[in-house]
């Protein structure tokens, strides 16, 4: 009877699936409502000392869907990290301590370029009870002027050196979250890895552009006529973030063995999951689908991934994490694969024996034996 249960870095899970930073994970109440539905744990939104200086707009989302079915297959968003003061966030922490006991919260922090203001942001979060820290060095839009998020951790020298401050604070495993928008998300992987990370998260969202309304010219979300490229999340971007978490998985293959890898990336159900996990991801985190379909999704979605094990007789995560990574390879060794089995099928159709003479392909046999 195959499990769902598994340890990655040191923290029990009950299943791989996981809550993403976002706005599923935005209050103690939305985030006792993931425990009591049966999620493995929550990301919750990332925090910072100060909140004063994140102010939303709205609308602040923009959704394309499929013109018959109208189903969502992206989702913009601008949206800003937590605005909930810091020491309402230590309070609610404190209490879903006490109430989930058994519960897995992993907490999103980002600050800015300040050793002081790391340190001081890890040492007051972990004493809450925390099980583990997201650095958030990819949020896309918005906080750019600070240099935080996406502006950080595209820069792996700066990515680095904060982690190396987050380490040395750090009780708990820490994770570091990797921005898409990159030339190598492979590079970013290892500076964190290098610098002391458990584990790196990988992908935030994409930045974009949505669409432009062609009536009025207003590219869109539209907050009184402007607006300002946002992050692509959904499944339309399954296929980049499932090549992204494959280059991630290979840098600890290689460099790194032991460490994990957190995947995200338009994650619908089980069997997306069990794409992710094959790919080298130890767990699975979900925010936009949570915001489609809901909360209880996660029922759905262990149904499925249980299933997909039990049919390939799989008993653990374990069992099949990462081994589609095998299949990966260079283009000319594809060529060199194909030229292979080209000359081995045609050297199993040359006539060998008498009794392989057919009469229907007579002509074409005798032409094969001769030089």
Not at 91 to 117: F, H, N, Q, T
Not at 243 to 248: A, E, I, L, N, P
Request: charged share 25%.
């Amino acid at each position: 009877m195959p499990t769902l249960a598994t340890t990655v870095d040191g923290i029990k899970l009950p299943n791989p699936f996981i809550i993403g930073s976002g706005p599923p994970g935005t209050n103690a109440n939305v985030i006792g409502k993931a425990f009591d539905e049966g999620w493995g744990a929550v990301v919750i939104k990332t925090i910072s000392l100060d909140s004063s200086k994140v102010i939303n707009v709205a609308p602040r989302y923009a959704r394309p869907r499929t013109e018959k079915s109208k189903e969502i297959i992206g989702w913009q968003n601008i949206e800003l990290i937590s605005d909930r003061p810091f020491s309402v966030w230590l309070d609610e922490l404190k209490m879903l301590k006490d109430k989930y006991p058994d519960g897995v919260v992993i907490a999103s922090i980002m600050e800015e370029y300040s050793r002081d203001a790391w340190i001081e942001i890890v040492e007051r979060v972990q004493a809450t009870g925390v099980a583990g820290f997201e650095l958030n060095f990819s949020c896309p839009h918005g906080l750019p002027e600070r240099k935080m998020g996406a502006a950080m951790g595209q820069d792996n020298a700066i990515m680095g050196e904060v982690c190396r401050w987050v380490i040395s604070a750090a009780k708990v495993p820490v994770w570091a979250k990797l921005t898409p928008n990159v030339t190598s998300i492979a590079a970013g992987a290892e500076a964190a890895l290098s610098a002391g990370c458990h584990g790196v998260s990988a992908i935030n969202t994409i930045l974009c552009v949505m669409g432009v309304d062609l009536e009025t010219l207003r590219p869109e979300p539209t907050v009184e006529g402007y607006t300002v490229p946002g992050g692509y999340s959904c499944t339309a971007v399954r296929p980049i973030a499932l090549r992204m978490v494959k280059d991630c998985a290979e840098v600890i293959r290689d460099k790194f063995p032991g460490r994990s890898v957190s995947a995200i990336g338009g994650i619908e159900s089980g069997k997306d999951a069990a794409q992710f996990i094959l790919l080298g991801g130890d767990t699975v985190q979900v925010c936009t689908g949570v915001m489609k379909m809901g909360y209880d999704c996660v029922k759905q979605m262990q149904e499925e991934l249980l299933a997909f094990m039990d049919h390939h007789k799989f008993e653990t995560i374990a069992d099949f994490k990462g081994r589609s990574l095998q299949y990966f390879t260079t283009h000319a060794d594809l060529v060199r694969r194909q030229s292979e089995a080209k000359a081995a099928a045609k050297a199993k159709a040359l006539v060998a024996k008498d009794g392989q003479w057919k009469g229907d392909d007579f002509v074409r046999q005798t032409e094969s034996l001769a030089s």
